[in-house]
């Protein structure tokens, strides 16, 4: 099969699904294959592919959005897929009985470790795509930071807030640290440690990870 759909890493994952939801594919199927099933996998994602006639090319799309058809596209990673699907008419070749929830309501929640799932949502400038923590996990990352004021070591503080740095910087993300630093130094001082927001590191610069498993570029 020349369509290429699999990715290779969370942050790739990320960046394909703000570029397609920035394309106006704003509803979505999320699918998580069972793990029992592994060595299915490929056989599983031709049939999906083909359910939705997901390998369709740049210009086939074009033609069917000018006809005011729905297009659907394809990926998966690890264990989990995605099935996304422009605004449209659903053509009748396509057997539509999976659930598809819409972008706008139901942002897409990505896990990329135990203790961090992260949303792609209408997060950016003017109301773009971009991608934040959850709140759970927001949460988390916040009581973390408050106990590390609490026990007084400021190179502690540091560190902690540094590996916020690890995730992408998405302007969602970016927002939520600016955050957690200004809460990091109010509890910081409230316990009497020389800490201000010039000693905590906001990685901004966004890196651009390869995103296919196969090197070819999807047309």
Same mark, same amino acid.
């Given at each position: 099969m020349g369509y290429t759909y699999e990715v290779q890493n969370w942050q790739g994952l990320l960046q394909q699904l703000v570029n397609y939801m920035s394309l106006g594919y704003r509803k979505y199927c999320e699918v998580e294959y069972p793990e029992r099933k592994r060595e299915q996998f490929s056989a599983i994602d031709r049939k999906i592919i083909a359910k939705y006639h997901a390998d369709k090319s740049k210009d086939q799309r074009s033609r069917l959005k000018k006809k005011r058809f729905a297009n659907f596209v394809f990926m998966r990673w690890d264990k989990y897929a995605w099935i996304l699907q422009s605004p449209g008419v659903i053509r009748d070749d396509i057997v539509y009985d999976d659930i598809f929830h819409s972008f706008t309501?139901?942002?897409? *929640?990505? /896990? &990329?470790?135990? *203790?961090?799932?992260?949303?792609?949502?209408?997060? =950016?400038?003017? =109301?773009? &795509?971009? &991608?934040?923590i959850s709140k759970e996990? @927001?949460?988390? &990352?916040?009581?973390?930071?408050?106990?590390?004021? @609490?026990? =007084?070591?400021?190179? /502690?503080?540091?560190? *902690?807030?540094?590996?916020l740095n690890g995730l992408p910087a998405w302007h969602g993300i970016v927002e939520q640290k600016v955050r957690l630093a200004e809460c990091l130094v109010k509890q910081a001082r409230s316990h009497q440690m020389n800490l201000s927001k010039k000693d905590l590191r906001i990685c901004t610069r966004r890196k651009v990870y390869p995103v296919w498993k196969d090197r070819e570029r999807r047309k």
């Open positions: 309501v139901r942002p897409i *929640e990505v /896990r &990329v470790g135990p *203790e961090t799932l992260l949303v792609v949502g209408l997060f =950016g400038r003017n =109301g773009g &795509v971009s &991608v934040k996990t @927001y949460r988390n &990352v916040r009581a973390g930071l408050m106990e590390a004021a @609490y026990s =007084g070591d400021r190179k /502690r503080c540091i560190r *902690e807030f540094n590996k």
